[in-house]
Antibody, heavy 117, light 107 residues
C-alpha cells in the first residue's frame, strides 16, 4: 500500500525558514514524480511544486519561486521542501502526493505550517 | 494559466439521489487531462477520476466523469452519507497545475 507521511510543519515568524519532509513507502519512489500541494485554512487546493525522478526537472508556483527549494533523496525514499522568507500567505496544510503523469494518485495527511509573529 | 471554475458551490442532496458537479476551464484542456478528487474534513484528498472519465483504483462505479474541451462533469449516482465531502477538479494539461475552488456536497 502506498504511504506518504509529511513532517516538519510548525509555527514560524514571517521571514523565517522551515524544511518539510515527506517519507514514502509501499512503492518504488525513484520511479515517480512527486508534488507538494497546499491548502490554506478553510480554502481550496493549490499546487506548489513538483520534481521528476532524477531532479532534472523541478517546477514551482510563481509565488514561491526563489523562496522554496524542492529536492529529493531516492536512497532514503524522501522528498523535501525547503521554505525560506516565509510569508503569512504561506500558512497552510502542505500535502505531498505521488504524481502520475500530472494527476495525484496518492496523498499524505499533510503537515500544518503557520507563519505568524 | 488555466483557471477552473466549479459549480455549484454547495449541493444539498438526499440519500439515493444523483449529484451532478460541473467544472469549466478558461481554455481547452487538451487530451482531457482533467482529474477529480474527493476531500473529507481532516483528510488528504483522494483521487476519483483521471483522464476526465477513467475511475481510479478502488473507486465505486457510481462515480463517473465525462466531458471534453472546456466543460467537464462529475456524476455521483445513488448518493450515500459517506459521499458528503468537497470535490475538486484539477487540470494537468499545463503548468502550473490548477484546481477548481471546490463543490461541497451535503447529504
Amino acid at each position: 500500500e502506498v504511504h506518504l507521511v509529511e513532517s516538519g510543519g510548525g509555527l514560524v515568524q514571517p521571514g523565517g525558514s522551515l524544511r518539510l519532509s515527506c517519507a514514502a513507502s509501499g512503492f518504488t519512489f525513484r520511479n515517480y514524480w512527486v508534488t507538494w500541494v497546499r491548502q490554506a485554512p478553510g480554502k481550496g487546493l493549490e499546487w506548489v511544486a513538483n520534481i521528476n525522478q532524477y531532479e532534472s526537472e523541478i517546477y514551482y508556483l510563481d509565488s514561491v519561486k526563489g523562496r522554496f527549494t524542492l529536492f529529493r533523496d531516492n536512497a532514503k525514499n524522501s522528498l523535501y521542501l525547503q521554505m525560506n522568507s516565509l510569508r503569512a500567505e504561506d500558512t497552510a496544510v502542505y500535502y505531498c502526493a505521488r504524481d502520475t503523469f500530472g494527476f495525484f494518485d496518492s496523498w499524505g495527511q499533510g503537515t500544518l505550517v503557520t507563519v505568524s509573529s | 494559466e488555466i483557471v477552473l471554475t466549479q459549480s455549484p458551490g454547495t449541493l444539498s442532496m438526499s440519500p439515493g439521489e444523483r449529484a451532478t458537479l460541473s467544472c469549466r476551464a478558461s481554455q481547452s484542456v487538451r487530451n482531457n487531462y482533467l482529474a477529480w478528487y474527493q476531500q473529507k474534513p481532516g483528510q488528504g484528498p483522494r483521487l476519483l477520476i483521471y483522464g476526465a472519465s477513467s475511475r481510479a483504483t478502488g473507486i465505486p462505479e457510481r462515480f463517473s466523469g465525462s466531458g471534453s474541451g472546456t466543460d467537464f462533469t462529475l456524476t455521483i449516482s445513488r448518493l450515500g452519507p459517506e459521499d458528503a465531502a468537497v470535490y475538486y477538479c484539477q487540470q494537468y494539461r499545463s503548468l502550473p497545475r490548477t484546481f477548481g475552488q471546490g463543490t461541497k456536497v451535503e447529504i
